[in-house]
Nanobody, 124 residues
């Protein structure tokens, strides 16, 4: 099993920044690909970003490209999501996810491990 714990969410004004962290523990060999998803009230969960084990391949939703950066520190078993130029439409619960496969994935059903989520609220 893999346990994922997110942190770093909060309330920020539009244009501001936040950095989310996701710490993995347990069988971390199942975290070859890590991703971030988000779910806003009344909406389906959507892909935000993903990163491979080496950190050299990253993938982003069009809505966050150029504003968000995903990275990972394997020594700390932690993945980060740096969010800049935040907009009110970024308001959501953000979830960290992991999958053993090294193939990039952007669909939530492709991830087997999930954190509990952290709330991000962007005020206008």
């Amino acid at each position: 099993q893999v346990q994922l714990v997110e942190s770093g969410g909060g309330l920020v004004q539009a244009g501001g920044s936040l950095r989310l962290s996701c710490a993995a523990s347990g069988r971390t060999f199942n975290t070859n690909t890590m991703g971030w998803f988000r779910q806003a009230p009344g909406k389906e969960r959507e892909f935000v970003a993903a990163v491979n084990w080496g950190g050299d391949n990253t993938y982003y939703a069009d809505s966050v490209k150029g504003r968000f950066t995903i990275s990972r520190d394997n020594a700390r078993n932690t993945v980060y999501l740096q969010m800049n130029s935040l907009k009110p439409e970024d308001t959501a619960v953000y979830y960290c996810a992991a999958r053993r496969s090294m193939t990039a994935a952007m669909r939530d059903y492709e991830y087997g491990y999930w954190g509990q989520g952290t709330q991000v609220t962007v005020s206008s």
